[in-house]
């Protein structure tokens, strides 16, 4: 059974089908031809932590794909509480074909994954975020024409996001520079472990913002607060204040990179209007897609065809 947990999971061959599906629905939903492969088949998804983009993508994927999605919060689900996760992932498996998971810990996804008997998608842990990534490389891809050559500077902290980028990026074959202070980058041992499956992956860090951005086509940035870090906002808003991703900063980059953001984004912060509402900026190209991507994503885990 196919599931998106960690993007280690996953081989190029693999991510490349599921861009395909994407740009191929993405095509065809641009003129009005939405194929109904999903008809009668069940979303649930199940999330711990607040969501615009991952809930309604998903929605909206399984809507316009001819199927429909369920919706609870943890809580609601009675997870941690009312029933052992054992069992709420027994019952919703019943009911459901796919099931999301947006969560706190990385183990209450690799429990899912052990007692629904259903595939599973990764819809963000406090380690991970691999639909994310999955968008912004379709993304990137889209935007340039091609992935070869393309170089991403990742400046801000080494969070979920930025883990998963990582990945997606070895997979690829395409260079990524974390921009991020000591004490906040990707942690060793991932790195070793990302290494050991692409020997050949070009994931480096820095905190010289000259080199990270003199030869990038990607200038990417996140919160610098992820979900669940609000006790440390004050330290880390110290910490990444000579981060923040502003006009100035772009011009150290070629004229031609672009900037990304997962959003949501604090403006003002990790970056400047000019910059996430400028020419340069692709966030909200990142926002469309993760609904495309999600289409293929969807039939992927399913291993159903467009047909
Ligand atoms: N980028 C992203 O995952 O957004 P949401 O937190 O709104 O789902
Ligand atoms: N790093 C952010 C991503 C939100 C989509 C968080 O985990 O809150």
């Known amino acids: 059974m196919r599931h998106l947990n960690s993007l280690l999971d996953m081989i190029p061959a693999d991510v490349e089908s599921i861009f395909a599906v994407s740009q191929e629905l993405k095509t065809r939903s641009a003129r009005g031809d939405r194929p109904q ?16 983009r991952t809930r309604l993508s998903f929605d909206a994927a399984m809507m316009q794909l001819g199927g429909n999605s369920l919706f609870l919060t943890a809580q609601e689900a009675g997870i941690g509480g009312r029933e052992s996760v054992k069992d709420v992932a027994r019952v919703i498996g019943g009911y459901s074909d796919v099931i999301a998971l947006r969560t706190f810990s990385q183990k209450l996804i690799d429990n899912f ?10 819809g963000l842990s406090d380690e991970r975020h691999p639909c994310q990534a999955l968008t912004d490389l379709f993304t990137i891809r889209e935007a340039f024409g091609d992935l070869k050559g393309q170089k991403i500077a990742f400046v801000g902290d080494g969070n979920n996001v930025a883990n998963s980028l990582a990945i997606a990026a070895a997979i690829c074959g395409i260079a990524m520079s974390v921009c991020a202070p000591v004490g906040y980058r990707l942690d060793d041992d991932f790195l070793k472990q990302l290494k050991k499956k692409y020997p050949d992956s070009q994931v480096t860090q820095t905190d010289d913002f000259k080199s990270a951005l003199k030869d990038a086509s990607i200038i990417y940035t996140d919160v610098w607060t992820s979900m669940g870090q609000e006790a440390e906002e004050s330290q880390r808003r110290q910490v990444f204040g000579p981060f923040q991703v502003n006009a100035k900063l772009m011009k ?14 604090k403006r003002g912060l990790e970056v400047t209007d000019e910059v996430i509402d400028g020419p340069q900026s692709l966030a909200f190209v990142q926002a469309e897609n993760r609904m495309h991507l999600a289409k293929g994503l969807i039939l992927w885990v399913l291993e159903k065809p467009i047909g």
């Open 113 to 122: 994954i052990e007692f629904s008997g259903v595939p599973i998608i990764n």
């Open 37 to 52: 492969v999903l008809s009668g088949r069940v979303l649930t998804q199940v999330f711990e932590k607040p969501s615009l």
């Open 252 to 265: 150290l980059a070629p004229k031609t990179a672009r900037f990304m953001h997962c959003l949501p984004a």
